[in-house]
């Protein structure tokens, strides 16, 4: 007996099932104390409880059944399903650029799984075709699955592995990189991504959806769209994160991959580039930059790939009453890196002061970034920011927390030399710290107040 | 075969509909009364046109669980349509505009679904699956309804039969249109996301006027539960309709039941002369594996034409195709409905899957009224190498648009060969009705990811069952055994005050027909004074009775009360009149109509007994009163 017979039933609904040969994907009538139901037995979810049978009627519609009131299971056929994104060839044109799309996970392209109930993503050339045809008008598409991974189960294997992937496709010569990947930590590895990857001659897009593409009502399509269109045309050779600029389907935005965040758990507009503005806007029709100082495509293939990472290096983000036992147990655990998301300028309370000096005692780098996410440290301002420096706290400018904790990461995989790492953290590569920040870079707009709402009843947002 | 000729609608007896193997079911909607919205925490039932921002989207064709795309869907896309939402932040949170995941659903509204699922008798369900269906029109933002079954294999009594209730579903309701004009859709979003019930029926009516009563009686069933909102928009009607050797067509969207035994009459007079026009065509030698057509652009034959339309869409630059169906002469002008032919279904496609939004959209070479010139028509018909026994159809539109419609002129006419295309259609005012989109499969249907499978307990369904009202018709049956006025009987049983009136009736010990008149006749004569205000709430009615029945007001004092109920929420009583307060007022009254000239001897005791009553209605009754003077006249009460 194959272990897909019964999937996902357990304890009563099993055994019940069981009692009647009732397969999953029978056509069935069951008869119920209360009842009778005609359908389809289908998989259950294995968290679901093992207490009811779910079929489904003859009307589409699913319904569970307690296996307490079942009577009778008479099996009078059975219907498979067959999930298949419809699959064509990818048509090639010589004349087109050619792009290659890495997957990591996430799903741009999917379907359902009947036992769980989760979208499994769909990848292949043809099955994007299947599903997105417009992408062969913009070039020739080849894919290659990378890993399958929730966004959050990526990590230093995952970005070297990548980032490796990105320096053969660049020797190859594709005219970009797009990079599938899960919303909720595309920041973290586009950060990574701009260390690692160095003076790409081409765009590497990374790119997701906020609503799966099993829904009508998808941002997957569209993503697709803008940041193969990016890949395949744009002249800005950095690592960038395409997502959608409104809630509506009109454009998309290209962030710097050192200065974006995921900043609402579930609008389709969740990426905003933070104290800066973003490189360009991208529509299925154009590319349209809003700077100009983005590094330029270039026709060589001189890329540097340096994937070292020293995993042993932390985020904490300080609250008030932290206790230095959280510091400490960083020490004790040898750590060599801490990036602190400090408050306002850049501040813990003094409780955390003999942490920190043994911190410097052991030789762990540690750097302050700013909770506010927009603006930069200024240790000066205060006593306390004196004070944490005398005990080596080095000042993040205004780097992320998280783009800090990627480029310390990043650091201290190549030298222990805590000087060495200064230099690498305080010298620019990617955007990540920036010498000003435009009157601009801040805006978030407070609703309510009539000029905004006057903006908003005019633009779609 | 289909001898039969459709007579006008009120000559068409029973028979005939029998004769055509006429078939229908419903499936009716109606909005539960509740608070709050059926998935998120917005208001429910707050209308306004207003709006503060407005957001774009488009609608994508997806897998569907069982794998395949489902053919609405690959119409909708045909169609690629920009899909407007106006939004007021007060109606509509960021779950409606698809960018928040589902919250639990609302209890109240659940327990009202399975409420009434358990009045139409059907077979609960122990876990309810919320389902995506999908609707790629854009009417709701994702691109599905949320939805789920909660029973189904319900029955109602009807004539000496049963009508079959299929299933019952609770979903949430979608937008309203505005507007529907080219590739631009536009919608409000205000009631989008209100929990209301689908209750499916058999198709088990064999006439137009069945298929109207059998809607009234659900209707009023809900309502009797008190967990339904009423007025326009409330409750609305998809209609099935079929004949004999026809297809399943949906009528979606019926607002009114009245105007259901006319659009159910067109639409069975539709498919019976669809199915008569493919006998045509076979007598014709024309069958889906001989049907021929031809398309070709006549822009430059057309370009001086003096036929407005026409000549706007080349003044625009526009492309005109023309349409060749080989042997059809005549047959766009087949009748299908009243006043209504088959030209009309290939228009409708036009229409709708071009989006060629402003008629005319096509004309054709079997039209008797003023197009294009006699020598248009033949320069075009040289063109093309047409014969004499065909059909030109003439579509124009921008290049892609113009094309798509070419291609929906050929695939209708060649489905005219196949039979009646499966498909929903929209209800007009006069009673006919136009193509909608192509019917969607039960491939649509998608478990809803975000929710998990929600557990209905026993105890629940056995606690909501007491809440219950009896089903109208046994109530009816009882209510003609206490001989409560006729036309008191039917309003009643459908009212939420049923089993107040059971109560009044069997514990309180109140006379039936005072009770029934007084919750229905008298509340609905009140209510012309007082349009706005609500129905009086049962709680009130208990405490009004409880004041008649231990004497504290009298009968005229219940109608006192209720005024007072309608026009404030606090409930006063007038306290019963007292012997020697009585006594006072009937003196100074008789002191007051000695002074006064009274004309007519024989009326003062009658205007001492108006007099006498203005001071203390509602306080003593009438009889009372007339006793003490002496007077004998009709008295009100
Ligand atoms: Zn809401």
């Known amino acids: ?228 269109k990016t890949a395949a045309e744009s002249d800005i050779a950095e690592v960038m994160v395409c997502m959608f600029g409104p809630t509506s389907d009109t454009y998309g935005l290209l962030h710097r991959g050192t200065r974006v965040r995921k900043m609402h758990s579930s609008y389709r507009s969740t990426f905003r580039t933070i104290g800066d503005i973003p490189i360009a806007m991208v529509s299925t029709e154009k590319i349209t930059p809003i700077r100009t100082d983005y590094k330029k495509r270039r026709n060589d293939k001189n890329v540097i790939i340096n994937t070292a990472f020293e995993e042993k290096v932390s985020i904490v983000y300080y609250y008030p009453n932290m206790k230095p036992d959280i510091i400490d147990s960083l020490i004790d655990n040898d750590y060599k890196g801490i990036v602190i998301a400090g408050t306002g300028l850049g501040h813990v309370n003094k409780p955390l002061y003999p942490a920190l000096k043994r911190a410097k005692e052991k030789g762990i780098a540690v750097y302050m970034t700013v909770q506010t996410l927009w603006g930069y440290v200024q240790m000066y301002v205060y006593d306390t920011g004196r004070d944490m420096m005398e005990l080596g706290v ?62 908003i009843s005019k633009y779609r947002k | 075969m289909h001898k ?12 005939d509909y029998a004769t055509v193997g006429f078939k229908s079911g419903l499936e009716i909607h109606q909005q539960l009364l509740t608070e709050k919205k059926l998935f998120c925490r917005c208001p429910a039932g707050r209308y306004s046109d207003k709006y503060d921002a407005e957001i ?68 609960m369900v122990d876990e309810v699956h919320i389902a995506r269906k999908q609707y790629l029109d854009g009417s709701i933002p994702t691109g599905f309804q949320r939805t789920a ?55 088990d009516m064999r006439t137009p006027i069945e298929v109207a009563e059998v809607a009234q009686i659900c209707r009023r069933l809900v309502r009797s539960t008190g967990r339904v909102r009423t007025g326009i928009g409330a409750g609305r009607e998809d209609v099935n309709v079929s004949v004999t050797g026809g297809t399943r067509i949906e009528i979606k969207g019926v607002p009114r039941i009245v105007s259901i035994p006319l659009l159910t009459y067109n639409e069975a007079m539709r498919q019976w002369n669809l199915l008569r026009l493919r006998e045509e065509l076979k007598r014709r030698g024309i069958t889906e594996k001989s049907f021929k057509s031809k398309t070709e652009n006549v822009t430059k034959i057309l370009r001086k034409t003096r036929y407005q339309p026409i000549q706007n869409a080349i003044e625009q630059g526009m492309k005109i195709n023309c349409v060749l169906l080989q042997g059809f002469k005549g047959l766009l002008r087949w009748q299908t409905q009243t006043d209504t032919y088959f030209s009309r279904e290939i228009s409708d496609r036009v229409r709708v899957v071009a989006c060629l939004t402003t008629l005319p959209n096509i004309i054709h070479s079997d039209s008797s009224g003023d197009t294009i010139a006699a020598s248009e028509w033949q320069n075009i018909k040289k063109q093309i190498g047409g014969k004499d026994d065909d ?47 192509i019917l969607p499969g039960p491939d649509r249907m998608y478990p809803d990811t975000d929710l998990p499978p929600k557990r209905i307990e026993d105890e629940k369904l056995e606690k909501l069952h007491l809440t219950l009202p009896n089903r109208i018709w046994e109530n009816e049956k009882w209510y003609r055994k206490l001989k409560i006025p006729t036309d008191v009987i039917e309003p009643l049983a459908a009212s939420k005050y049923t089993k107040l009136f059971e109560m009044l009736v069997k514990d309180s010990k109140l006379n039936p027909t005072l009770v029934a008149v007084v919750l229905i006749q008298y509340q609905k004569r009140l209510k012309t004074y007082f349009p706005k205000a609500k129905q009086i709430e049962i709680e009130t009615f208990e405490e009004i009775f409880e004041a008649f029945k231990s004497g504290i007001i009298t009968r005229e004092g219940i109608i006192l009360a209720m005024k007072g109920a309608f026009t404030n929420s606090k409930l006063r009583f007038p306290k019963k009149i007292k012997s020697p307060e009585l006594t006072k007022v009937i003196k100074e009254s008789q002191k007051a109509i000695k002074k006064m000239k009274v004309q007519k001897k024989d009326k003062a005791t009658e205007i001492l007994m108006g007099m006498i009553m203005h001071k203390v209605r509602g306080r003593v009754e009438g009889r009372v009163v007339a006793e003490r003077i002496g007077f004998s006249g009709k008295g009100k009460n």
């Open chain 1, 1 to 228: 007996m194959a272990s897909d017979d019964y999937k996902g039933y357990r304890g009563e609904a099993l055994s019940t099932l069981k009692n009647f040969d009732a397969l999953v994907w029978s056509d069935v009538e069951i008869k119920t104390s209360r009842g009778s139901y005609t359908g389809i037995i289908l998989p259950r979810s294995e968290t679901a409880d093992p207490l009811h049978v779910v079929i489904k009627l003859r009307s589409g519609y699913n319904i569970g059944i307690a296996v307490s009131k079942i009577q009778n299971i008479k099996i009078t056929g059975r219907k498979e399903a067959h999930y298949k994104i419809p699959e064509k060839a990818f048509p090639y044109d010589p004349k087109k650029p050619n792009v290659k799309l890495l997957g990591t996970g996430g799903t741009i392209a999917s379907r359902l799984d009947y036992r769980t109930g989760a979208v499994i993503p769909a990848f292949s050339p043809g099955e994007l075709y299947g599903s997105v045809p417009e992408l062969a008008d913009i070039c020739n598409l080849e894919t290659e699955k990378l890993y399958g991974v929730f966004s959050e189960n990526m990590g230093p294997e995952q970005w070297r592995g990548t980032a490796e992937a990105i320096g053969r496709e660049i020797e190859k010569g594709v005219q970009g990189i797009v990079i599938g990947h899960g919303t909720d930590t595309m920041h973290h590895t586009a950060a990574i991504l701009s260390f690692m990857v160095q003076n790409s001659p081409v765009p590497i897009v990374m790119v997701g959806s906020q609503r799966s593409s099993d829904r009508p009502s998808s941002d997957a399509a569209l993503n697709l769209q803008h940041s193969v």
């Open chain 2, 4 to 15: 039969f000729i459709f007579k006008p609608f009120d000559e068409m007896t029973e028979k």
């Open chain 2, 56 to 123: 774009l989207r488009h609608m994508r064709p997806t897998l569907s669980e069982l794998g395949e795309y489902d053919g609405t869907a690959l119409m909708e896309f045909k169609t690629k349509k920009e899909i407007i939402y106006r939004i007021k932040r007060e109606t509509v949170c960021t779950y409606e505009m698809d960018d928040t995941p589902p919250f639990q659903i609302d209890d109240h509204a659940l327990d009202s679904a399975l409420a009434i699922g358990m009045l139409y008798g059907c077979t």
């Open chain 2, 149 to 203: 079954i909660v029973g189904v294999d319900g029955n109602i009594p009807y004539k000496n039969r049963e009508i079959k209730i299929i299933q019952l579903s609770i979903e949430e309701d979608a937008c309203r249109e505005v507007s529907d004009i080219g590739h631009r859709r536009v919608y409000i979003t205000d009631r989008l996301g209100m929990p209301l019930i689908e209750t499916v029926t058999g198709p």
């Open chain 2, 391 to 437: 059909t030109l159809v003439l579509v124009w539109g921008d290049e892609q648009d113009a094309n798509t419609g070419a291609q929906e002129i050929v695939i209708r006419a060649k489905e005219a060969t196949i039979g009646i295309p499966s498909e929903t259609r929209q209800a007009f005012r006069d009673g006919t009705n136009g193509f909608e989109r």
């Open chain 1, 394 to 455: 080095i000042p993040g400018e205004n780097m992320l927390p998280e783009v800090g904790y990627m480029k310390l990461g990043w650091a201290l995989g190549q030298t222990n030399d805590l000087e060495k790492v200064r230099d690498i953290m305080m010298t620019p590569i990617a955007g990540e710290i920036t010498e000003r920040e435009p009157s601009n870079g801040y805006l978030i707009f407070q609703g309510g107040i009539p000029e905004v709402e006057e903006f």
